[in-house]
């Protein structure tokens, strides 16, 4: 697999995606630390964290499931993604955003390959029946 290749698994009702990408260097007043900024993602694909992780995809061009399509008539109707996304979590129980925490320079050369495992957001009938 190339990076930025996905395997679909479905994982106890919620399709979960492995990706093959890259994590770099980053620095701050800190030190150093490494961090995905998903460079290989296109438009259409926005990674969800919770808490500060990477945990789920947003894929647009699934464009059949239920959230998407929910998520797209309130894009429609002038809302921004990451309300959307905050709004979701908030009523799910959970601290979710589209917004990564790099704002850094990144270091040069840096790249090492990574596999991460994300889980689709796109049927909220899962996460409601979890919650009940």
């Known amino acids: 697999m190339e990076t930025g290749e996905y395997r679909r698994l479905i994982n106890n009702a919620m399709e979960t995606v492995k990706l093959k990408t890259e994590s770099y260097l980053f620095e701050n007043s800190e030190g150093q630390f490494r961090a995905i ?25 699934r464009r059949q499931m239920p959230l998407i399509q929910d998520i797209k008539t309130k894009l429609q109707n002038g809302e921004n993604l990451e309300e959307i996304v905050l709004n979701l979590g908030k009523f799910l129980g959970k601290e979710w955003t589209t917004q990564q925490n790099i704002d850094l320079q990144e270091i040069p050369n840096s790249e090492k390959p990574e596999e991460i495992e994300l889980i689709f957001l796109d049927n909220i009938d899962i996460w409601e029946q979890k919650k009940s």
């Open 37 to 61: 900024p998903f460079y290989e993602l296109s438009i259409d694909e926005w990674v969800v964290f919770e808490k500060g992780m990477p945990k789920y995809l947003i894929d647009f061009n």
